[in-house]
């Protein structure tokens, strides 16, 4: 995953990273699900009530409210059918010489896990992957702790889960959004205290066999979402926010531009065709784009 830490002071530059790097191993322990050591997968083995840590216990939530928000378009119970499709590692090790499973897992859904306080019930056989949330969540909760170590203003910027905290420089956070080389580019200015999360089916993408794969899944079909968007990005209140947002608006396709809408939320969405399309007050852009 690639990772970026801006700091307002240069001199906070290192202990922003301590900080930082401390989050993600702690988020890596607590909810991997590609670490065999991981908290989440001694769960999913579990099969019975298991009192978790207080971190995984925040990252379930949130998985939970982006599936509750989103109708179950985010749906942390798919792991199961990521590893079916061939996801069952980190992406840079991915196998794509390996037979297409062609039958989906044992149904499952978010609402078939029950989290009450740091209790979390969820049935055996059942996968969890938390994927885009989590990762959303780290990058807040990254920028939060690097401020709050550092005193500076900060801009944490995770494979696309961008989160600020504390004051912006005077002309705001630069952000340059882009889906491809070949493809239309923007450097818009975000304030301070905003988010940004870029969902997009031109990355985490592998082949079974004749068949493209990208890692946004339908839970209602079982199979990578239609590539109707190459990219949508969101500007919300958290990262978390921004994120739950553009991975459901890949999911339900050209259906997001209304729903998108109607939250007001900013947003710019590129279609297949390399269009671009913004919503909802998206920052003024300085470079490239169509509409």
């Not at 952000?175 to 304030?191: E, H, K, W």
Request: glycine share 8%.
């Amino acid at each position: 995953m690639d990772m970026q830490i801006i700091v307002t002071d240069p001199d906070a530059l290192a202990a922003a990273r301590c900080a930082v790097d401390a989050e993600l191993d702690a988020i890596d322990a607590a909810a991997s699900r590609f670490n065999p050591d991981s908290e989440i997968n001694a769960l999913t083995r579990s099969g019975r009530p298991t009192k978790v840590s207080e971190l995984l216990a925040e990252l379930l939530g949130a998985a939970l409210l982006a599936a509750q928000q989103t109708d179950g378009d985010i749906d942390p119970t798919i792991g199961a059918r990521l590893i079916d499709l061939g996801y069952d590692r980190d992406i840079a090790d991915m196998d794509s010489s390996a037979p297409l499973a062609m039958s989906v897992s044992q149904s499952a859904d978010w609402s078939m896990v029950s989290l009450d306080g740091r209790m979390v019930a969820v049935p055996l056989g059942v996968v969890l992957d938390l994927g885009s949330t989590a990762k959303a969540v780290a990058a807040d909760r990254c920028a939060a702790q690097a401020h709050r170590i550092t005193g500076a203003g900060v801009l944490v910027n995770l494979g696309g889960d961008i989160a600020t905290a504390g004051d912006a420089p005077d002309e705001g956070w630069q952000v340059l959004v882009c889906d491809g080389d070949d493809q239309p580019a923007a450097m818009v200015a975000l304030s301070p205290g905003v988010a940004l999360a870029t969902s997009s089916t031109l990355r985490r993408r592998w082949r079974h066999g004749k068949r493209a794969m990208h890692h946004i899944v339908d839970p209602r079909s079982g199979w990578p979402a239609e590539p109707v968007w190459r990219t949508v990005s969101v500007v919300a209140a958290s990262c978390l926010a921004a994120n739950t947002v553009s991975t459901a608006a890949v999911i339900r396709g050209w259906r997001a531009v209304d729903w998108i809408r109607a939250q007001r939320l900013p947003a710019r969405l590129v279609d297949s065709d390399g269009i671009v399309h913004t919503l909802g007050g998206w920052p003024a852009e300085n470079s490239g784009g169509r509409r």
